[in-house]
């Protein structure tokens, strides 16, 4: 019979982007799309302590393994949509978690997203010069 893996899932959103974020035991290794996170967001280390940030506040830095799989959006969209998914990935891993992640604003999704183009406009809000003559 199969030994049951351990892991916690996450699911979460930033933009347009969707992650989906498992935590297994291991040493702190990531991956993402198959890929190691640097070569999957190439040299940007600010990404890196940026999704890394819930597990650093709650003390779990090395204790888990990370496996993602994002779509939609582009590299910040991503990473905060990462960031999400780990911080409620921790939050099924203990309860005492939570005062921490809630007071850093971890679980809170955030809700901007690029405005719609409305019809006789040039982007969102950008309309043609005027011209007098």
């Keep these: ?4 893996l351990e892991q916690y899932l996450g699911t979460g959103r ?12 291991g040493k702190g290794k990531m991956v993402v799309n198959g890929k190691e996170w640097k070569s999957y967001f190439g ?13 650093k506040d709650t003390g779990n830095v090395t204790k888990f393994d990370i496996v993602v799989n994002v779509q939609g959006g582009g590299p910040n969209g991503q990473a905060g949509a990462i960031r999400h ?21 971890f679980l809170t999704r955030d809700p901007r997203v690029k ?9 969102a809000r950008r309309a043609s010069q005027f011209s007098k003559r």
């Design 85 to 105: 998914g780990i911080a409620r990935a921790l939050l099924k891993v203990s309860d005492s978690n939570r005062i921490v992640l809630k007071k850093a604003g």
């Design 1 to 4: 019979m199969a030994e049951k």
């Design 115 to 123: 405005e719609r183009r409305k019809y006789g406009l040039r982007k």
């Design 14 to 25: 930033r933009k347009c982007a969707v992650a989906r974020v498992y935590l297994r035991p």
């Design 43 to 55: 040299d940007r280390p600010m990404l890196d302590q940026y999704m890394r940030s819930p597990l």
